[in-house]
């Protein structure tokens, strides 16, 4: 018999959540990594590339339309599905008819069709989220939360490995197969991204085969500012209202928490390319060996959280991240060695899984389940808007004073993270008594 820790990964919400993780997963590196290489290879020029990387920025502001998602019920579809599941569906259809856009749009004969396919697919899969978020915050009790976010997780990487290498793999299988080896011909990323399209049922399938959650409707409202006010207002405000002086301080936590991991990863691949690493040695190193620490990393994590507290878990997982960063300072000094890199990417990744589990918990665990959707959208956006700013001079720094020094840098950033989660677990710990006393 399996033991509880393992019996709870085999439940039918963890193992719903482990495909629509993939369903999730799947649309980021097709809009982003993979159509950057994809461009290249059209012979689009690097700064075009680089200015069509501005379609993730869709992800950065879902918080934006999250209140709709929310609150509005899909005509027809919402009464046949439920709110949330119909909404799941809409998204993942905006994401499967892009992906069919793109692939059959050439990059180098329609390059802005190319890119308004890549929007929707952006848009949709943004959508996803929001929705996805609110299903899985409404499908099960809080002390599930971790093992669902551990499930996601999982879902989500295995998605980005075969949308990452499994796509680069198809495009030239087909490429090779209807042009002739060695031959640049458009038709292997057709075939791969017809492919990524046909992958997105997995998702579908879920939706359709699952239960929308019981959840307590918002009561609807005649006036328009009443409307907007429940919609949009409310949301932010329950938020201030039911963590009064706390909110601010458990704010700034979730935008600084990972901080360290943000602001090191803009300047991984550049690192392994000075290093002198090759194309193969970083693909099979951080495919493979860090994804698999990834998944270790994010089960052990969700285990932690459910059974010494997510609290605890988070500051672990601060320190180990912070920590791995100065794995890299050493890598940077110790010179180029595959098996150095494998132990160096594999205790990151590990570290960030356990930290990723048990944030993604306690994400979930601030929510109002009545604007579950509204209020994780914010609260992810807040997360990524400080380091992703800093992140933005990192490559000022590193010129400055070197990938050593960088690293290092990277990792005191993690200091004032364990600095507020002392401060908001003392806090938490504290409204709990007053709740008991009263």
């Given at each position: 018999?399996?033991?509880?820790?393992?019996?709870?990964?085999?439940?039918?919400?963890?193992?719903?959540?482990?495909?629509?993780?993939?369903?999730?997963?799947?649309?980021?590196?097709?809009?982003?990594?993979?159509?950057?290489?994809?461009?290249?290879e059209?012979?689009?020029?690097?700064?075009?590339?680089?200015?069509?990387?501005?379609?993730?920025l869709?992800?950065?502001?879902?918080?934006?339309?999250?209140?709709?998602v929310?609150?509005?019920?899909?005509?027809?579809?919402?009464?046949?599905?439920?709110?949330?599941?119909?909404?799941?569906?809409?998204?993942?259809?905006?994401?499967?008819?892009?992906?069919?856009?793109?692939?059959?749009?050439?990059?180098?004969?329609?390059?802005?069709q190319?890119?308004?396919?890549?929007?929707?697919v952006?848009?949709?899969?943004?959508?996803?989220?929001?929705?996805?978020?609110?299903?899985?915050?409404e499908?099960?009790?809080?002390?599930l939360?971790?093992?669902?976010?551990?499930?996601?997780?999982?879902?989500?990487?295995?998605?980005?490995?075969?949308?990452?290498?499994?796509?680069?793999?198809?495009?030239?299988?087909?490429?090779?197969?209807?042009?002739?080896?060695?031959?640049?011909?458009?038709?292997?990323?057709?075939?791969?991204?017809?492919?990524?399209?046909?992958?997105?049922?997995?998702?579908?399938?879920?939706v359709?085969?699952?239960?929308?959650?019981?959840?307590?409707?918002?009561q609807?409202?005649?006036?328009?500012?009443?409307?907007?006010?429940?919609?949009?207002?409310?949301?932010?405000?329950?938020?201030?209202?039911?963590y009064?002086?706390?909110?601010?301080?458990?704010?700034?936590?979730?935008?600084?928490?990972?901080?360290?991991?943000?602001?090191?990863?803009?300047?991984?691949?550049?690192?392994y390319?000075?290093?002198?690493?090759?194309?193969?040695?970083?693909?099979?190193?951080?495919?493979?060996?860090?994804?698999?620490?990834?998944?270790?990393?994010?089960?052990?994590?969700?285990?932690?959280?459910?059974?010494?507290?997510?609290?605890?878990?988070?500051?672990?997982?601060?320190?180990?991240s912070?920590?791995?960063?100065?794995?890299?300072?050493?890598?940077?000094?110790?010179?180029?060695?595959?098996?150095?890199?494998?132990?160096?990417?594999?205790?990151?990744?590990?570290?960030?899984?356990?930290?990723?589990?048990?944030?993604?918990?306690y994400?979930?665990?601030l929510?109002?389940?009545?604007?579950?959707?509204?209020?994780?959208?914010?609260?992810?956006?807040?997360?990524l808007?400080?380091?992703?700013?800093?992140?933005?001079?990192?490559?000022?720094?590193?010129?400055?004073?070197?990938?050593?020094?960088?690293?290092?840098?990277?990792?005191?950033l993690?200091c004032?993270?364990?600095?507020?989660?002392?401060?908001?677990?003392?806090?938490?710990?504290?409204?709990?008594?007053?709740?008991?006393?009263?």
């Open positions: 018999m399996a033991p509880a820790w393992l019996r709870v990964y085999l439940t039918p919400p963890c193992l719903r959540m482990l495909t629509l993780g993939f369903s999730a997963g799947l649309p980021l590196m097709l809009v982003l990594g993979t159509l950057s290489f994809r461009l290249r059209a012979g689009i020029d690097l700064a075009t590339i680089g200015f069509l990387s501005w379609i993730g869709a992800y950065g502001v879902k918080w934006v339309w999250a209140p709709l929310d609150n509005v019920k899909i005509p027809y579809l919402g009464s046949l599905l439920g709110r949330r599941r119909a909404w799941l569906l809409i998204a993942q259809g905006l994401v499967c008819l892009g992906l069919v856009g793109m692939a059959i749009t050439e990059p180098h004969t329609n390059l802005h190319l890119v308004l396919f890549a929007l929707l952006a848009f949709g899969s943004a959508t996803q989220d929001i929705a996805l978020d609110a299903y899985r915050i499908s099960a009790a809080v002390h939360q971790a093992a669902l976010a551990a499930c996601y997780q999982t879902g989500y990487r295995l998605a980005m490995i075969w949308s990452g290498a499994g796509v680069l793999w198809l495009a030239s299988f087909y490429s090779d197969t209807f042009a002739g080896a060695g031959t640049q011909d458009d038709s292997g990323w057709m075939c791969a991204y017809l492919w990524m399209a046909g992958s997105m049922l997995v998702g579908v399938f879920t359709l085969f699952s239960r929308e959650p019981l959840v307590q409707p918002l609807k409202s005649v006036h328009f500012k009443e409307w907007l006010y429940a919609t949009v207002i409310e949301p932010f405000a329950d938020f201030y209202v039911r009064k002086w706390r909110a601010l301080t458990i704010l700034a936590l979730i935008a600084t928490y990972r901080i360290s991991d943000i602001v090191m990863g803009i300047m991984a691949n550049p690192f390319v000075d290093m002198g690493y090759t194309k193969t040695e970083i693909a099979t190193v951080t495919k493979i060996y860090g994804v698999i620490m990834t998944l270790l990393g994010a089960f052990i994590g969700g285990s932690l959280s459910m059974r010494f507290g997510v609290m605890r878990i988070l500051i672990w997982g601060a320190c180990l912070a920590a791995s960063n100065l794995l890299f300072s050493w890598l940077s000094l110790h010179g180029h060695d595959v098996r150095a890199l494998i132990g160096v990417i594999s205790a990151d990744n590990l570290s960030s899984g356990i930290a990723s589990a048990a944030f993604i918990a994400l979930s665990s929510t109002n389940i009545k604007y579950s959707a509204t209020q994780y959208a914010m609260l992810s956006s807040v997360m808007l400080l380091p992703k700013f800093l992140a933005g001079f990192s490559g000022v720094f590193v010129n400055q004073f070197g990938f050593s020094y960088f690293f290092i840098a990277t990792a005191l993690g004032p993270v364990l600095l507020l989660l002392f401060i908001v677990d003392r806090q938490t710990r504290s409204a709990a008594y007053c709740l008991e006393d009263s």
